[in-house]
């Protein structure tokens, strides 16, 4: 692809905001309470607008009207979990948000944010995103590029900093490249796939900028990304409970774009199971790593969109068909990754006893799993108490390896039972220097290597033992885990992980990745001033300090979808 000609500045004239106060925290939400929270935390829980549960939404349903809203009522509207007090104009270079407990910041915060604004991209004199790498030592290839899945975190510092513009613009920029013919090839693509990435041509000679976007006809390997148009209702679900701004969600562009996008995904055809079926290299691993079939982190960024959907689209006739479709799918998707995904000690010893070859609709190995399969090391990884969802399930096939981002999603989005979130942190804690180490967090683990990385990779000379997506420590998965532990009542895990990254990012200038078993050493091809990495650290940082952003990014679980989990025959419907 051709170099960056777009406008990336310091963006010099952006407003900027500080809360000034923090008023109502996580408060109720739909689907009944948004968190149990810890009592350490001190949030202050308010009553919800709207709390319908997933069966209330189903045929013959009629919405209850928003006191708030009342022009809006054929909406599932959320109210915002805070307000953004007026503040003052300041130099956006300088200006970094002051802590709410009223101290200063850690140094590297003002920092993190000078980085992150200088990676800004301007279309015709409007930011409308981050470009992925702001590092000039090294070739650009597609760094020079804004990523749909590499700007949520960079989004979410901007909402949390009271400074929403720039994320209205993307979704709105991005909406308009969904409407974009797609053809990788003579083949075209579906109408509602959401672009990877998209950069700013500039013509100096005409003086006009255009957009180009990217959907998958250029990445390597030419796959098209699943997860992004997940992450763009997962977003937009974000600005409206960050701004209490509905209007955005609610014209006809953003709710035909959502409709095409779960059209994408509800569509009917040869699959027996709820989950979606993927290539390799659809998402975040976005290379061949063996995550082919019904990989963990694009189920639940899947489960996550729904519920979100479910939350934006309108009460109208368009709106009801997908709403009916969404439950039914949300209510199958729960129960199947909850039964069939989740493993902890007493799953693992059942699956290390199973009878093969069973035929007959009373099947417990109904995937006709080889227990000789199990690999030597998850029985050594798998604690006492604690548990995680698997990375794939499909017939005679799971992929035992830990996946940080999916397992984090799934405690955000209430795909994970409550005791199931705890049971994920049980294990992070205890498995915290092979997960952790020295700088967190590991994509995936264990790494794979010898003959299994020769076949599960092509020989992939990125994706060596312990580097980049094999078993590689991202910084960015820093605001994931934070959410997740602040949800569960854990912070002093995300306090902990901070502090960690603290000792060595800037100090190693924001690296993408880092490389070996503890994630000591700097990744060989990782890219400096990686602008998720600063990101990440911002949101982590801000959720900690203030937990009550978390409503923007997770929803409350749904009793109704809690399935009857018979442990040891967990395996029949």
Known sequence: MSSFNGD?????????MDSLFTVAEIEEIDFSKLLDKPKPLNMERQRSFDERSLSELSVGFSPRHSARHPENSSR?????????????????????????AGFEPHPMVAEAWENLRRSLVFFRGEPVGT????????????YDQVFVRDFVPSALAFLMNGEPEIVKNFILKTLRLQSWEKKIDRFQLGEGVMPASFKVLHDPVRNTETLMADFGESAI????PVDSGFWWIILLRAYTKSTGDTSLADRPECQKGMRLILSLCLSEGFDTFPTLLCADGCCMIDRRMGVYGYPIEIQALFFMALRCALLLLKQDDEGKEFIERIVKRLHALSYHMRSYFWLDFKQLNDIYRYKTEE???????KFNVIPDSLPDWVFDFMPTHGGYFIGNV????????WFCLGNCIAILSSLATPEQSMAIMDLI???WEELAGEMPLKVCYPAIDSHEWRIETGSDPKNTRWSYHNGGSWPVLLWLLTAACIKTGRPQIARRAIELAESRLLKDNWPEYYDGKCGRYVGKQARKFQTWSIAGYLVAKMMLEDPSHLGMIALEEDKHMKP??????????
């Open 221 to 224: 390997g030419r796959v098209a």
């Open 564 to 573: 009857a989990m018979r442990r040891s025959n967990s395996w029949t419907c």
């Open 429 to 431: 804690e205890s498995r």
């Open 8 to 16: 990336v500045s310091q963006n010099g004239n952006t407003r900027h």
């Open 394 to 401: 499909s017939p005679a096939r799971m992929d035992f390896r």
């Open 131 to 142: 470009i992925a790498a702001t590092d000039t030592s090294d070739e650009k290839l597609n």
């Open 359 to 365: 035929y007959s609709h009373t099947a417990v190995n």
């Open 76 to 100: 599932n509207y959320e109210p915002p979990e805070y307000l953004f007090s007026p503040c003052s104009r300041r130099s956006v270079i300088s200006c970094t948000p002051r802590s709410q």
